[in-house]
């Protein structure tokens, strides 16, 4: 483990950061509160000569994952990042990507979505896109976001599967926490030269996506589902090897805290899950045996490292910042359930929907609030 | 002077037996495309006749690497590509000649759900051609009115005929100041291939525009493709032009027009040989209905004769 | 590094025929009656199918759709469209 250096930066200065250790060659971008920084960040990298990649200044989101895809789909290592509505403004394109295995990173700055107009973090936007095909993973911390960047282009690029790494706006995006960068042959170690084994090229012309007949599109959207499946172990794998090369972990599918002897586990994810290590500080001192589960990945959802990490007859509070329109509660709530359906049947879970919009989550009111459920 | 038929390259990048229907211009520009071009390219498509026409998985009708890619991003991703492949270079990892990369698109997606990404493209002045097949309609799906559909024209969606006049779409990339735009039709092959030509040898955006009479949306007799691209020429309603620069000059039969040695074919005989127009000119209006066509075709022409003028 | 299963992304490769025996589609054949035929080459610039062969000015039947745009822009009238069996 070699630290070349350790700086102060924000959540959107480590991500830009990692993605120019990344070697990124494509980079489309539009701004959007409160991603515009990364944005800001690469197009200045580039245009000192930091960075060896191209910086396409589009004009809207659609147009900058549509150039992005494009630009992998001819054998570049490409990112880009969003936030909220140009998020939503990606859909078809987010199909696209995945439906096209072509291996994009993106960040998209959890923020919530219009209307009525907001600038402050939720998770409706990154939720709201959980059935597009891509791996979406949620960060914690500045550096987390660093790492993760990393690690979404080693996976993305073993198995053709886009990959979206999310967190927080303002809190991570906007906040100053100490970010160790690794030495950059370390991460050339971690993260090799992106050769694809497809792309558009004339010496053997292919062509991507024609119209396909039932049976044929039927088996590429199963083989996709398989293979997002797949990724799990590949998720993991990166993360080890991370760890190996840089010293640096955040958990792999899951992040666990004091979860040893938990009766109470609560599970909730990006910066709130940071705070809510604190929260379950105050639980334990008040006598309540409290643990937090952070999924890192959302999609595919780490079931079983889920299912493994629950202690017997644990109470799981699940703190949710979006919501599951057309049911009462969480998103994370519903898909929890779902795993746990049939295979645990001593587990019971609580839900609460809080921080819409940037509400203000401290580790006291968190903490008072799984107080509460638990009396429920 | 304009390269003969015999001169044309043997080169075949439209192979036989596609999906196009019987008679396709859209497939008969692309051929001619294709020997301008040559085998160095990579092509974009958005949803379109031509990616009905290029086969289903795993077969592929057209001998280049293509990309379908969504309908509104063709300046978006063909922007994608240019930059990859540039920076692929610079890096080392790509060798020799870089590709042409060209996006071929109908009037849908360059006039109307194309538009803002293609603007945008060439307000930045990419490296890119982009080709718009420009069969004045929604052929694709069945014939549905865009914003390239001339006035009077029957469509599924403007059964009574269309009230309003096409945009001068051409003339709106030319406002984006990029390095070339030029217009052409099946019908003067030679022309076009010649235009395709200077385009590839040309850094920047291009912009080419090429109509084609399509026989399911026009309505007439498929065998008369060409013909109705000759007369559309002939008559005015379409002009060929080119500008390098931003300084327009005219194509013959077209120069003929504008500097007044040839009068335009009126548009009676155009008209009248198309179903779109002839099924809505058999009531007491239609006089007034042929003077409004004729209108627009007049005004157009008046307006490029004075446009070309501009020479700044 | 290798993807978990094969043939997984949409590709296609070049070949004659990406749209089926068009021959099949064909109501009409064109003839080239080559006592009157110039080779001016026409024919073969206008084709939509690459079906004509510009020096022989011979027809590629297996994939000819029977447009009849050969024979309407035959300076010399040497094609004629005859209806298929």
């Known amino acids: 483990m070699r630290t070349a250096q350790v700086i102060m930066e924000t959540g959107a200065h480590a991500a830009a950061l990692a993605v120019k250790c990344a070697r990124v060659d494509v980079i489309p971008g539009y701004p959007i509160t409160p991603q515009t920084s990364i944005m800001e960040a690469l197009s200045a990298m580039v245009e000192k000569g930091e960075l060896d990649a191209r910086f396409i200044p589009v004009e809207g989101e659609h147009s900058a994952l549509a150039a992005a895809v494009a630009a992998s789909a001819a054998g570049a290592r490409v990112f880009t990042a969003t936030s909220s509505n140009g998020l939503l403004?990606?859909?078809?394109?987010?199909?696209?990507?995945?439906?096209?295995?072509?291996?994009?990173?993106?960040?998209?700055?959890?923020?919530?979505?219009?209307?009525?107009?907001?600038?402050?973090?939720?998770?409706?936007?990154?939720?709201?896109?959980?059935?597009?095909?891509?791996?979406?993973?949620?960060?914690?911390?500045?550096?987390?976001?660093?790492?993760?960047?990393?690690?979404?282009?080693?996976?993305?690029?073993?198995?053709?599967?886009?990959?979206?790494?999310?967190?927080?706006?303002?809190?991570?995006?906007?906040?100053?926490?100490?970010?160790?960068?690794?030495?950059?042959?370390?991460?050339?170690?971690?993260?090799?030269?992106?050769?694809?084994?497809?792309?558009?090229?004339?010496?053997?012309?292919?062509?991507?996506?024609?119209?396909?007949?039932?049976?044929?599109?039927?088996?590429?959207?199963?083989?996709?589902?398989?293979?997002?499946?797949?990724?799990?172990?590949?998720?993991?794998?990166?993360?080890?090897?991370?760890?190996?090369?840089?010293?640096?972990?955040?958990?792999?599918?899951?992040?666990?805290?004091?979860?040893?002897?938990?009766?109470?586990?609560?599970?909730?994810?990006?910066?709130?899950?940071?705070?809510?290590?604190?929260?379950?500080?105050?639980?334990?001192?008040?006598?309540?045996?409290?643990?937090?589960?952070?999924?890192?990945?959302?999609?595919?959802?780490?079931?079983?490292?889920?299912?493994?990490?629950?202690?017997?007859?644990?109470?799981?509070?699940?703190?949710?910042?979006?919501?599951?329109?057309?049911?009462?509660?969480?998103?994370?709530?519903s898909e929890l359930k779902s795993v746990l359906f049939g295979r645990r049947h001593d587990i019971t879970v609580k839900n609460r929907v809080m921080g819409i919009g940037g509400v203000d989550l401290t580790r006291r009111f968190m903490a008072d609030e799984i107080r509460a459920m638990l009396d429920e | 002077?304009?390269?003969?038929?015999?001169?044309?390259?043997?080169?075949?990048?439209?192979?036989?037996?596609?999906?196009?229907?019987?008679?396709?211009?859209?497939?008969?520009?692309?051929?001619?495309?294709?020997?301008?071009?040559?085998?160095?390219?990579?092509?974009?498509?958005?949803?379109?006749?031509?990616?009905?026409?290029?086969?289903?998985?795993?077969?592929?009708?057209?001998?280049?690497?293509?990309?379908?890619?969504?309908?509104?991003?063709?300046?978006?991703?063909?922007?994608?590509?240019?930059?990859?492949?540039?920076?692929?270079?610079?890096?080392?990892?790509?060798?020799?000649?870089?590709?042409t990369v060209f996006s071929w698109v109908g009037d849908g997606g360059t006039y109307d759900i194309g538009f803002q990404a293609l603007s945008a493209a060439a307000e930045r002045n990419e490296n890119i051609i982009h080709f718009c097949y420009n069969n004045e309609a929604y052929s694709n799906t069945g014939v549905q009115r865009s914003g390239a559909t001339p006035r009077g024209s029957f469509t599924t969606t403007t059964p009574t005929g269309k009230v309003q006049p096409k945009k001068n779409m051409p003339m709106l990339m030319l406002e984006h100041n990029i390095p070339y735009v030029a217009t052409a039709t099946v019908a003067y092959p030679g022309d076009l291939y010649d235009k395709v030509v200077k385009?590839?040898?040309?850094?920047?955006?291009?912009?080419?525009?090429?109509?084609?009479?399509?026989?399911?949306?026009?309505?007439?007799?498929?065998?008369?493709?060409?013909?109705?691209?000759?007369?559309?020429?002939?008559?005015?309603?379409?002009?060929?032009?080119?500008a390098e620069n931003g300084k327009i000059s005219f194509n013959s039969p077209s120069s003929h027009i504008i500097n007044g040695k040839r009068d335009a074919d009126p548009v009676n005989e155009y008209v009248m040989k198309q179903g779109r127009f002839n099924r809505l000119l058999n009531g007491a209006d239609a006089a007034r209905r042929i003077a409004e066509i004729q209108g627009d075709v007049d005004r157009e022409i008046a307006f490029m004769r004075e446009r070309a003028k501009i020479m700044i | 590094m290798k993807s978990v299963t094969k043939a997984y992304r949409p590709i296609s490769w070049p070949m004659k025929g990406a749209g089926g025996e068009t021959g099949t589609w064909r109501g009409h054949r064109p003839v080239v009656n080559s006592q009157i035929c110039t080779k001016c080459q026409f024919c073969w610039v206008y084709c939509p199918e690459a079906v004509i062969d510009r020096y022989e000015i011979t027809i590629d039947y297996r994939y000819c759709k029977g447009c009849g745009v050969c024979a309407a822009e035959c300076p010399t009238g040497a094609i004629s469209m005859e209806k298929e069996e």
């Open chain 2, 199 to 242: 385009a590839k040898n040309i850094s920047g955006m291009k912009y080419i525009e090429i109509l084609a009479p399509c026989y399911l949306g026009w309505q007439f007799d498929m065998a008369d493709t060409v013909q109705m691209s000759r007369m559309a020429v002939r008559s005015g309603a379409w002009l060929l032009w080119e």
């Open chain 1, 89 to 333: 403004y990606m859909h078809e394109v987010l199909h696209m990507a995945s439906g096209g295995r072509l291996p994009v990173v993106m960040c998209n700055v959890n923020r919530g979505i219009f209307a009525p107009w907001t600038l402050w973090a939720d998770h409706q936007d990154s939720f709201a896109q959980r059935d597009t095909g891509w791996i979406q993973f949620h960060c914690s911390s500045n550096q987390e976001v660093f790492n993760t960047v990393l690690q979404a282009f080693r996976v993305a690029e073993q198995i053709n599967i886009p990959v979206m790494v999310n967190f927080d706006g303002f809190v991570i995006s906007h906040c100053f926490m100490p970010l160790n960068v690794p030495a950059q042959e370390d991460i050339d170690r971690f993260l090799p030269l992106h050769e694809p084994e497809w792309r558009l090229d004339p010496a053997h012309p292919s062509s991507f996506s024609n119209v396909t007949n039932a049976a044929e599109y039927a088996s590429f959207r199963q083989m996709l589902s398989q293979d997002i499946m797949a990724s799990i172990p590949l998720v993991k794998e990166a993360a080890q090897s991370y760890k190996d090369i840089t010293g640096m972990w955040d958990g792999d599918t899951i992040d666990t805290y004091r979860m040893e002897d938990a009766e109470v586990v609560v599970l909730a994810v990006n910066s709130m899950a940071a705070e809510l290590r604190l929260s379950v500080d105050i639980l334990r001192e008040q006598g309540i045996r409290a643990g937090l589960l952070r999924p890192r990945l959302i999609l595919p959802f780490p079931a079983q490292d889920i299912i493994d990490a629950l202690p017997q007859n644990a109470q799981v509070m699940v703190l949710d910042r979006n919501y599951n329109f057309g049911h009462h509660g969480g998103i994370l709530a």
């Open chain 2, 1 to 99: 002077m304009t390269t003969s038929i015999k001169k044309l390259p043997d080169t075949e990048q439209v192979l036989s037996g596609n999906g196009a229907c019987g008679g396709c211009p859209a497939t008969m520009a692309l051929r001619m495309v294709g020997k301008a071009l040559g085998t160095n390219a990579i092509m974009l498509l958005t949803p379109a006749c031509s990616v009905a026409s290029m086969g289903m998985t795993p077969k592929l009708g057209y001998n280049w690497p293509c990309i379908n890619i969504c309908f509104a991003t063709a300046g978006a991703s063909a922007s994608g590509i240019t930059h990859a492949i540039e920076i692929m270079k610079e890096k080392g990892r790509l060798q020799g000649e870089l590709p």
